[in-house]
């Protein structure tokens, strides 16, 4: 990245914020236990156990993932881009969506059927980004661009995909790749949207349907799905 920026969410808070907030919580919990002291004990007791386990360490993880992203008009260079670890490769997309205006959610995890980031454009599209950060010169295949094709629509319910690397792809993914509605973004593509500024749906190519009026955020997808 070009230059350090304030980061976004409560990251951006100041100190004194968080010590008056944690007095304040300290000061309910002294007077709770001095009314309540078992039930206080039980309710502690169970928001610990509660962090523990995989449900609650994925929430603390989803707003730590949230609080880190850089806010403003972004911009990374490929080398930035490379030398990160596939998460932070994910977060970085996810704040160039948010720098073009996009409603995205970082959701990179095990067991995502294939999309690290969950995009709403303008129009009220869903998209289905998947990040692969990858050496210069390693390529996407066609292996992944067919499972992408098997989870956006039927799991993600995305109107299109996006595959983004820091590589490039292999003949065959290039070629299968449109006819799934699954956008490709390589190394060059990826240099113009990230480092140069170029709105992505630029890059791609997408057209703005500007008539499409109803938009939906990423967290109502399985809602809205589960009701039709």
Not at 17 to 45: D, I
Not at 73 to 78: D, I, K, P, Q, W
Request: aromatic share 8%.
């Amino acid at each position: 990245m070009r230059r350090r920026r304030s980061q976004g969410g409560w990251a951006a808070l100041p100190w004194w914020v968080w010590w008056m907030g944690a007095l304040v919580v300290a000061s309910g919990l002294w007077q709770a236990a001095e009314q309540w002291p078992v039930w206080t004990g039980v309710a502690l007791t169970a928001a610990a156990a509660g962090l523990g386990l995989k449900p609650g360490r994925l929430a603390v993880q989803r707003w730590t993932d949230r609080s880190a992203l850089p806010v403003g008009s972004v911009r990374y260079s490929l080398a930035h881009l490379d030398a990160l670890e596939p998460v932070g490769f994910e977060l970085a997309v996810c704040s160039l969506m948010r720098r073009d205006g996009l409603a995205a959610e970082h959701v990179g995890r095990s067991g995502d059927k294939g999309a690290d980031v969950l995009v709403v454009d303008r129009s009220g599209r869903r998209v289905v980004v998947q990040c692969k950060r990858l050496r210069p010169d390693r390529r996407v295949g066609d292996q992944d661009v067919q499972r992408v094709n098997g989870t956006y629509r039927h799991d993600h319910g995305a109107d299109f995909a996006v595959i983004i690397t820091t590589g490039g792809f292999t003949a065959a993914a290039r070629a299968s790749g449109p006819r799934y509605g699954i956008r490709l973004v390589d190394r060059d593509a990826l240099e113009r949207w990230a480092d140069q500024g170029e709105p992505l749906y630029r890059v791609l190519g997408v057209p703005d349907e500007t008539s499409r009026r109803r938009i939906r955020v990423p967290g109502s997808w399985r809602r809205e799905r589960s009701l039709g």
